[in-house]
């Protein structure tokens, strides 16, 4: 079960995980994202990299707000700021794992694949391995698998990777960075601002590694 | 932040909470249940039991599957089963408390409460106190306000108690349990069948409690 949010850094999981021999469900959320581009990627990544199936869930977190990724009062910010930034979505991976989680014990999945990153994670709680490791044993109490005795495994591949790390081992595993979208504020034929910290994070990282930048920009 | 069902134990997880001084937001979830008519009784008692604010959030848990409360190619079974029944919802609780702990983030509110019970649990995994610690725990590493060195609390009053003293600590609050609606496969105007589990528990509560039944049956 691989989380693929169609940016960089889960399209590098969903083709780690299938090179280390699992056959890939990926799931995808449409939760009121600004970046609707975003899912469309997600759609050609599952595709390109060979995903058995592919599902995106909607859930409505805008009802929520409190986060300049669901919230349109709340701007994308263009410079890098201190601390835990506006585009945190408050508590995201944990809705995220969590029906993710419900989906893999109805498959019969076991292994659930995250792309968080404590690097370059632009100060997100949940991208720490202490909250994944947290994450993992909350996954076999709270479910009648893991009542059973199995046990349920959360990977997370790129937690201590750099973004040029990461864009490295894609390219050793073929993935076509062309076909991701990461930008924030992405325009509606997927094309990035450049400017906002995912932007950043992405050119930065593609410099470091001496790959060429495949992303359009706006 | 109470979790508010629309059933007999949420209601009275809002009048407990209410009766320790919490101003209550109350949120439900829309998650492709067979029993719609929960979702009105919710909207009834979060009224009537002076919740702040309630608000629905909608989540397509149906397109998982896996459930005989989402799935309707699987039957409610009006008998007694042994071990966790087909009413399981996998990890339901998780994604229920992640998306309340969310909207609580945003709120600034630090409790949660969640009317899971352990005694006549049904044998659901995500209803036991272990679950319940395991996710606090998760809570306060996987949020800003928790990094922030702010403290989530879970609190699930119901945890040890019998349907029979649920019912009698609800009836001293003045829940009233006529707005609530429990069974599995209530019709559309929210009467009970009288033979799912559910049904069963809530109507074995009322008769060891020696307080009249107040459900609508079909």
């Given at each position: 079960m691989v989380l693929l949010s169609g940016g960089l850094d889960?399209?590098?999981?969903?083709?780690?995980?299938?090179?280390?021999?699992?056959?890939?469900?990926?799931?995808?959320?449409?939760?009121?994202?600004?970046?609707?581009?975003?899912?469309?990627?997600?759609?050609?990544?599952a595709t390109e990299l060979g995903a058995v199936e592919h599902k995106v869930v909607r859930l409505d977190l805008g009802s929520?707000?409190?986060?300049?990724?669901?919230?349109?009062?709340?701007d994308v910010p263009e410079t890098p700021s201190e601390g835990i930034p506006?585009?945190?979505?408050?508590?995201?991976?944990?809705?995220?794992?969590?029906?993710?989680?419900?989906w893999a014990e109805v498959l019969g999945a076991r292994d659930l694949f995250i792309g968080v990153n404590a690097v370059d994670y632009s100060g997100y709680p949940d991208c720490r391995p202490e909250y994944i490791?947290?994450?993992?044993?909350?996954a076999n109490l709270a479910?009648?698998?893991?009542?059973?005795?199995?046990?349920?495994?959360?990977?997370?591949?790129?937690v201590d990777l750099s973004k040029a790390d990461i864009v490295q081992r894609g390219q050793q595993l073929g993935v076509d960075y062309a076909l991701t979208v990461s930008c924030y504020s992405?325009?509606?034929?997927?094309?990035?601002?450049?400017?906002?910290?995912?932007?950043?994070?992405?050119?930065e990282g593609f410099a470091a590694a001496g790959v060429p930048d495949p992303t359009r920009y706006a």
């Open positions: 889960s399209a590098t999981v969903l083709a780690v995980a299938r090179d280390r021999g699992y056959a890939c469900h990926a799931i995808s959320y449409d939760y009121g994202q600004r970046h609707g581009a975003e899912l469309e990627a997600s759609r050609r990544v929520i707000g409190g986060s300049a990724l669901t919230d349109d009062a709340i506006v585009t945190y979505v408050p508590a995201r991976n944990t809705v995220f794992l969590a029906i993710a989680l419900g490791a947290a994450f993992e044993s909350l479910t009648k698998a893991g009542v059973e005795g199995e046990r349920f495994r959360v990977h997370a591949p790129l992405a325009d509606d034929s997927g094309r990035a601002c450049g400017r906002c910290d995912a932007c950043r994070l992405r050119r």
